[in-house]
């Protein structure tokens, strides 16, 4: 963990002041930054013709199955006749936009991006089953003119990779390799310069160019926005889970000093609620982000075909596919306890004016959630392997 004594204390402005003079105000503050942060807004737009799998594409990024009651409807025909919004099931800031493509009645070039209400966008994704066409490069000359991001995303690579399987001398490399060329060629004479292409598996995203989507969404994001990606994500590789657990240990300290703000409650019995309260939201933010609750759990084998009783039986964490009550975390905390002792506390001594009184409150909420993080990790990496490897 990042250790306090590099922290920036002005990160939030004014903590200093209160907590070395007003403690509740300084919890008001961290509270409210802490609430920001998990609420920052992701605005998603996934554009492409009938039938190119832009649907099944924003269940993907959703994690769930075509069949879900919660999902785009897919099919041959035109599903899209409008901007469908589809909150992501665990984080409702970040919703992806089933629009329409470009070019139809109800949607003409020239008015296509003010119809769709373009401003609201972070980003567009532009989705083709086969090949990319002129309609797409009508809208990416939009996009450009209104200087939003874009890339392209050729959905059903999976297919193209079967076909090919047939042939004596196939190299999986090597096809990815033409058929990539092929794309940004073909895309580069439609006008469109240095096009970014990714060929992609809606159906097994660990595969080909999904992780170089996400690696290049995150970069070009701003940096506000890069963690609200990040936590959206499927866990798709070790690096995904590494990245999720490093942004959660970047908030360790600020849940910490709650929690120690909360214990030092003058009202018999409402400091331990106060203070487990904190550490149930933290817990929960873990749990959530690393897919590891029931319904994420649920959904993921929905999708993996691993039957959910397998992926339970790799986890190890009593805080992971359960409910997260009050109860449960007090419990991992009290088993946790030994271990705690043990860790060394000179990494944790804050130096930004916490009164010396919640230190040791604060030490130890700080060495609690990072063994908390560290078992969740561990699981989501073992829920991984089970499901993906």
Known sequence: MEELNDLNPEEIPGVREDLENDTAAAAARIQEYLETLNNIPLNIAITGETGSGKSTFVNALRGLSNDDEKAAPTGITEATLECTPYPHPNYLNVTLWDIP???????????????????????????????????????????????????????????????????????????????????????????????????????????????????????????????????????????????????????????????????????????????????????????????????????????????????????NSPLAAAEITKERVQQALTELKHRVTRTAASRYIPIFGIPLALIFSFIENCKSLELILDELADDAQRVFERALV
Do not use: W
Request: charged share 25%; glycine share 4%.
């Open 101 to 315: 493509g470009i070019g139809t009645s109800k949607f003409p070039a020239e008015k296509y991006l003010k119809l769709v209400g373009f401003e609201k966008f972070d980003f567009f994704i532009i989705i083709s089953g086969i090949r990319f066409t002129e309609n797409d490069v009508k809208l990416v000359k939009e996009i450009e003119r209104m200087e939003k991001k874009f890339y392209f995303v050729l959905s059903k690579i999976d297919n193209d990779i079967r076909a090919e399987r047939r042939e004596t001398d196939f190299s999986e490399e090597e096809t990815l390799k033409v058929i990539r060329e092929d794309c940004v060629h073909r895309v580069a004479q439609l006008g469109i310069e240095s096009p970014k292409v990714f060929l992609v598996s809606s159906f097994e995203l660990h595969l080909y160019d999904f992780p170089l989507l996400q690696q290049t969404l995150e970069r070009d994001l701003p940096k506000n926005k890069r963690d609200t990606l990040l936590f959206v994500m499927p866990n798709i590789n070790p690096e995904i889970i590494i990245k999720k657990k490093e942004a959660f240990q970047n908030k360790v300290h600020y849940y910490a000093t709650l929690s120690a703000i909360g214990s030092a409650v003058p009202l018999p019995g409402l400091s331990m609620v106060v203070d487990l309260a904190v550490l149930v939201s933290a817990v929960t933010e873990y749990v959530f982000g690393f897919g590891l609750n029931v319904s994420s759990l649920k959904r993921l084998s929905d999708r993996t075909g691993v039957p959910y009783a397998d992926l339970c039986a790799v986890i």
